[in-house]
């Protein structure tokens, strides 16, 4: 079974092939960052406007380098949602239509369970059930996954996720957008010592999150220094970013090893945008290393949004249930759409 993957939920346009039988036969990506860049965030009316010029010649490069007509398309995932509203209805109606033309079914995937399924695309996958660090975006949580579509959700942020909590702390530093990987090079020149930053909740009896006071430390420290941002000296900006990075990683790993131990499991999956970090990494590797557990990682390619991960999620869900294959194209989307409301496929 051949499906075609549609991702449209925010900066990121997407479209990929999997097969069932062959695994991923092509992928292609179009990044807004650069359009973005000057705004210094996500413009959803530019972000949607840009979708609708990349979807059909990504469609076409997909299709060229898989060496398959569409006609040989089975199923067509699209990312129903979480997302931004305009975006999301770029990538539905474009997957809608196509379906239409070409009578094939289609599938509304849920943008979070891409991420999460993602490093099942890598070489060495993880079997069910694992522990889930989901880092993406507005998104920070821990889930117990016992398969597709299965998902306990154990914590999550209580306020600004992993992700925004890196961009707004770049943000701060005078770094741009998209701030989160410009904020992780920048620490690694910097002094671990110069700054000990609040790690939120890092004792708490549970399994969530919150970073929202993490920034505002951030904030407290470029204040104090009486002085503009730029006129900070690149050293000082270099410890205080350390001193955020290894606030945000500490944090995210004790609850890792917590929820590991919690549930008795030995394997863990990091999935999304923030999975990408290197300092994250190390961290991990070092406490699987230490507690014997193993952790899986997303290729870096499929870390940030992309069509690999819908067309995969897709197929394994029409893969365990055909019957969610339908050929009703009157499409909607779900910008705010809970991971835990999935049902098992």
Known sequence: MIVLGVESSCDETGLALYDTERGLLSHALHSQVAMHEEYGGVVPELASRDHIRRALPLLEEVLSRAGIPASNIDAIAYTQG??????????????????????????????????????????????????????????????????????????????????????????????????????????????????????????????????????????????NHNEAVANICEQDKANIARGFVDAIVEVLTAKCVNALKHTGLKRLVIAGGVGANRQLRESLNAAAAKRKFKVYYPELEFCTDNGAMIAFAGAMRLERNPALAQRDYAFNVRPRWPLDELEAA
């Open 82 to 223: 979480p997302g931004l509203a305009g975006a999301l209805l770029v990538g539905s109606s474009v997957a809608c239509s196509l379906a239409l033309a070409l009578d094939k079914p289609v599938l509304g995937v849920h943008h979070l369970e891409g991420h999460l399924l993602s490093p099942l695309l890598a070489s060495e996958r993880p079997e069910f059930p694992f522990i889930a660090l989901l880092v993406s975006g507005g998104h920070t949580q821990l889930m117990r996954v016992d398969g597709v579509g299965s998902y306990t959700l154990l914590g999550e942020t209580l306020d600004d996720a992993a992700g925004e909590a890196f961009d707004k702390s770049a943000k701060l530093l005078g770094l741009g957008y998209p701030g989160g990987p410009a904020i992780s090079r920048l620490a690694e020149f910097g002094d671990p010592s110069a700054y000990t930053l609040p790690r939120p909740m890092l004792h708490s009896k549970d399994f969530n999150f919150s970073f929202s006071g993490l920034k505002t430390a951030v904030l407290t420290v470029v204040k």
